[in-house]
Structure formats: C-alpha cells, structure tokens
Nanobody, 114 residues
C-alpha cells in the first residue's frame, strides 16, 4: 500500500523545536518534489517548504523566517522538517505531499503552547 507517514509531531512550548519526518512506503519518493504543508484550525492549508528531488533546491514560505529547514535522505525515502523557535501561530496539522505522484500523508499535529 502506497503511504507517506509523518512522525515527530507533539506539543512544545514557544521557542522550542520539533523535527518532523515523512517516510515513503511502497513508492519511490526520491523521484518527487516533496513539500510540507500545514493547516491550522479554521484556516486554509498553506505551503510551508519545498525540496527538489535531488535535495539541492529548497524554498520556504515567508512565515518560516529562517526558522524551518527542509531536508531529505533519498536512501531512506525520508523528508524532514526541522522547526526551531516555534510560536503559537505554528500550531497546525503538518502534512507532507509528493508533488509529481500527487499523494498526501495523513498529517501530524504540532501544538505550540505555554
């Protein structure tokens, strides 16, 4: 069964860090441009970061302000999102997306609260 499985979500205090991972199963994610999206309650889903298939090109939403880093390990078919200096406004469900395959993961909850 084709899957993208996210992990690493949780609850953290403002200023804290989390590292999300997205692991592909039963398909070769290394051929895809991979993206992280997030959706906060009552808000539209928004693009967080993008990484090219070879990992050499990355782009970020302005709101990440240098706090987030997307990376990938194609040997493991895994895409990571390191998130530092988190703010309450970063609270959302974070999902990974394989662009060319058009496939979504199920999402992982990130809650930033004091």
């Amino acid at each position: 069964q084709v899957q993208l499985v996210e992990s690493g979500g949780g609850t953290v205090r403002p200023g804290g860090s989390l590292k999300l991972s997205c692991t592909a199963s039963m398909f070769t994610a290394r051929l895809d441009t991979m993206q992280w999206y997030r959706q906060a309650p009552g808000k539209e889903r928004e693009l967080v970061a993008t990484i090219s298939p070879d990992g050499k090109r990355t782009t970020y939403a302005d709101f990440t302000k240098g706090r987030f880093t997307i990376s990938r390990d194609n040997n493991l078919d895994r895409i990571d999102l390191q998130m530092d200096n988190l703010d309450t406004e970063d609270t959302a469900v974070y999902s990974c997306y394989a662009l060319e395959t058009d496939f979504w993961g199920q999402g992982t909850q990130v809650t930033v609260a004091s």
